[in-house]
């Protein structure tokens, strides 16, 4: 019970890694929110409550200001404290650069990037009421890296970093840490999508022979949300099987 009496909101949770995450922080005592443009959040937080954890679907998008307001200020009312933010949602538009529009380009940039920038601006003052706070965001390895066919998404993932290395320095005194989470190649509905022979070529290049479960990134935001990471602040965090690591 790690996450005992703590209030964590998770974006992007009705499904994949965001989902998974949901589940391990309800097994560990929190009280999960999620908020996701998908209402397959709504089965996600009603099977979770049937197995008598506490947990909410807000249906909430990262790019909508007034609605993360309202939502950041209904939990804190309601719970009196918000301990911990999972900045997971994202979405792929995947082109070239010659092929790329500027409406794909916007898209991603909106979610990924400025949706943290969003869900964060809204939630920070919270935590800094109760001087406590653990902020996560996903980055990827094609953050670090670079990767064919993704300037908009490696733009926002590498983009992710620079934030959390600023927030760590900011917000540090207010008891809030910042880290990042940056996953390799893991099996869910974003991946699903891709051609079996891309997704062996991939498999081939990663050490451990396999792609990640949702499960292996999950328990990486736990580690970094829980009180034994409280020294880690301004962190990426890589969780890819040894690739390109
Ligand atoms: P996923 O299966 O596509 O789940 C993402 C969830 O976020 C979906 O429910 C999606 O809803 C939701 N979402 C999209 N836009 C949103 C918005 N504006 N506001 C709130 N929710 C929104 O993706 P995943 O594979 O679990 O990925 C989770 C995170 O890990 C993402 O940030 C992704 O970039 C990152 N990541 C994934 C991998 C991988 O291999 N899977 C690798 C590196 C990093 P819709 O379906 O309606 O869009």
Redesign the pocket.
Known sequence: MRLHHKVAII??A?????KAAAELFCREGATVII????D?GQETAKNLQNEGFSCQFMN????DVPAIELASKAVFDQYGHIDILIN?????RDKTLVKMSHLEWQQVID??LT?VFNCTKAVVPYMIQNQYGRIIC?S??VGVHGNFGQTNYVAT?AGVIGMVKTWAKELAKNGITSNAVA????K????DAMPNEVKQQMINQIPLKRMGE?KD?ANAYLFLASDEAGFVNGQVLGVNGGQAS
């Not at 009705?14 to 965001?18: S, V």
């Not at 869910?188 to 991946?191: A, D, S, Y």
């Open positions: 974006t992007g009705a499904r994949g890694i965001g908020w996701d443009v998908l397959a909430v998008s990262t790019t997971n949602a994202g979405i792929t979610v990924n949706g996903t990827s390895i993932k996953p390799g190649f893991i869910t509905e974003m991946t949702p990134i």
